[in-house]
């Protein structure tokens, strides 16, 4: 596997399911990001872990919870969710925080649906 | 004001054409530049990456960055309809990792 992964790449859940999305990087990337895009609106930045710790919490609801056990894995705890969560979620990493080299590579995203 | 603006399109354009896309923003302090391309059901992909002002040219892509009037343009040359697809840009400042992004503009390039 190359880049950043995502499972699963699509998700139906009802309100009160719980789920996970499951990040990986190969890149050797120190920080990790989780996004939300929905329908014509811009990309919207959930949460930010830096060598695991997480440094950004953009006022997300607590029915996300996010985890990041390790710099390559990265995590979304999903419960009892709203149909307005409804998106495609995406993760991205890059090479660290602060200054220096800011690309950031995406995975292909998890498209979830909620019922 | 949206602190980053761009034309959602959509744009259609003959193949062979040259493209323009634009952003703007209104926070001076951006300092990173990116521009990606999504295609439909797919994550952005990282085109181009520039820091501060100024010209880059990769290939058929060349961004361009004016910080005096906060605009960033990405310019394809000889389109194809593989370019079919929608273009985010995306800005952060010197420091931190709050990475702003506009909406998109949805290209589609016809044969």
């Known amino acids: 596997e190359t880049g950043v992964t995502q499972t699963p790449r699509h998700l139906v859940m009802g309100m009160t399911n719980k789920k996970s999305l499951k990040c990986e990087q190969h890149?050797?990337?120190?920080?990790m990001y989780w996004y939300k895009q929905s329908a014509k609106k811009p990309l919207e930045l959930m949460f930010v872990?830096?060598?695991?710790?997480?440094?950004e919490n953009n006022s997300v609801p607590s029915r996300f919870s996010p985890e990041c056990p390790n710099s390559s894995h990265l995590f979304l705890h999903l419960h009892t969710l709203q149909p307005e969560d409804s998106a495609l979620y995406l993760c991205?990493?890059?090479?660290?925080?602060?200054?220096?080299?800011?690309?950031?590579?995406f995975g292909p995203g998890t498209r979830l649906t909620v019922t | 004001q949206k602190e980053v603006e761009q034309d959602p399109g959509p744009l259609s354009v003959p193949e062979g054409a040259i493209v323009s896309l634009n952003c703007t923003y209104s926070n001076s302090a951006f300092q990173y530049f990116m521009w990606y391309r999504q295609y439909s059901r797919k994550g952005p992909e990282l085109l181009m990456y520039t820091y501060s002002s100024g010209n880059k040219e990769d290939g058929r892509f060349t961004a361009q960055v004016d910080k005096s009037s906060k605009y960033i343009s990405l310019f394809i040359r000889d389109s194809q309809p593989s370019d079919s697809a929608t273009y985010l840009c995306a800005m952060k400042e010197n420091y931190g990792q709050n990475f702003v992004f506009g909406p998109g503009t949805r290209l589609s390039v016809l044969p």
């Open positions: 890149l050797g990337h120190n920080a």
């Open positions: 872990y830096n060598f695991k710790e997480q440094t």
């Open positions: 991205a990493s890059s090479l660290g925080p602060a200054g220096g080299d800011s690309r950031q590579y």
